[in-house]
């Protein structure tokens, strides 16, 4: 049987400063292997530095039209 550490959240704060701390000591300390956010409310070229600074490996984000949905896989 497959099991997997996963967090799926409806985001909508991630232009906060406290942000990247929050997501990277949330998979560090309970060692979640998958992490979906939806409608993180940020596009562009600022979603790109925030999710590097998160510091995950293997990252993926698709940018929001305007800031209405959009999504991110960490």
Partial sequence: MFYMKSLFWNYCCARGKTFSNLMHDLIMIYGLQLVALVEPRI???????????????????????????GIWYL
């Fill in 43 to 69: 596009s562009g070229a600022y979603s790109n530095l925030v999710v590097n600074k998160v510091g995950v490996d293997g990252a993926f984000h698709v940018n929001a039209h305007g800031f209405s949905k």
